[in-house]
């Protein structure tokens, strides 16, 4: 920097405010279909109530599907409702990487989760 009158002087490159990256919106023409967000296995249920919580509160993530009667509510289990809410936040924000994190709660995978979720109920005899 330059010395004024005793006083510093930032250099005008200095002052320019450094780009941040968020998530490309409505950017998913490579992956749309062929990554899903989800739940990770392994995490305490009160972590990833929380981040459901998260998702469906202030994520905006379109949890309605989650509601008792609705089409999305089975299979009822904690995990489930996690990785629903938490890919609708994940397709919502592009598909980016850094939109399925939930505090370490969420993992990026390749396999359609919904076609699982089905083979489970069908296993459990809950579809037919």
Aim: with cysteine; proline share 7%.
């Amino acid at each position: 920097s330059l010395v004024v009158d005793g006083s510093a002087e930032m250099k005008a490159e200095s002052v320019n405010p450094i780009p941040t990256l968020s998530p490309p919106e409505g950017n998913n023409t490579f992956l749309q279909g062929t990554s899903w967000c989800v739940a990770r296995a392994g995490v305490s249920t009160v972590d990833l109530q929380n981040a459901l919580d998260w998702a469906c509160g202030l994520g905006m993530a379109d949890c309605s599907p989650l509601q008792p009667g609705s089409n999305c509510y089975q299979p009822d289990s904690l995990v489930s409702h996690a990785s629903y809410a938490f890919n609708s936040y994940y397709q919502q924000n592009g598909n980016s990487p850094i939109s399925c994190n939930f505090g370490g709660t969420a993992t990026i995978t390749t396999k359609n989760p919904s076609k699982q979720a089905h083979i489970l109920m069908y296993l459990a005899g809950g579809a037919k």
